[in-house]
């Protein structure tokens, strides 16, 4: 039996960067529904390998694997209180973690991506798992 190469172009690949990253990321935000990021407000997307210290101890994290990625901000009920010094709501994407998922799961790094942005907007803001569903079937 003759041995076929699949390996297609991954030779020379490698894994993205944390600017590679937050492209693809930022990219899949602007598929999302406009609906569905009315949501968020001016929403920051950042990119990091692990959850710092602080974030991992805050959340009893296990291991730095344990956390795709993160919302912080205020939700639609608190947005209407003034205090200052306040940050734009945010979402961290944790690249190794996601990495980590992706080599062990049958889908692609774009659908990983998409799929934690929703979740990570859609918990937030108390959406069911049935609504984030539905919104990630009609992401092209």
Do not use: K
């Amino acid at each position: 039996m003759a041995r076929v190469d699949q390996t297609g172009d991954w030779q020379g690949r490698h894994a993205p960067t944390l600017g590679i990253f937050e492209s693809m990321a930022i990219e899949a935000y602007a598929r999302l529904p406009e609906s569905f990021r009315a949501l968020t407000g001016d929403l920051a997307i950042v990119v990091a390998d692990f959850p710092d210290d602080e974030i991992f101890e805050d959340m009893g994290l296990e291991t730095p694997f344990d956390l795709l990625g993160l919302f912080e901000g205020r939700g639609l009920s608190e947005r209407f209180t003034i205090e200052t010094g306040e940050l734009s709501n945010r979402i961290t994407l944790y690249r190794r973690p996601i990495i980590d998922y992706w080599a062990e799961n049958d889908e692609t790094l774009g659908d990983i991506i998409t799929h934690v942005l929703i979740h990570e907007i859609g918990h937030h803001f108390s959406l069911s798992d049935e609504d984030m569903e539905r919104i990630e079937a009609g992401v092209a």
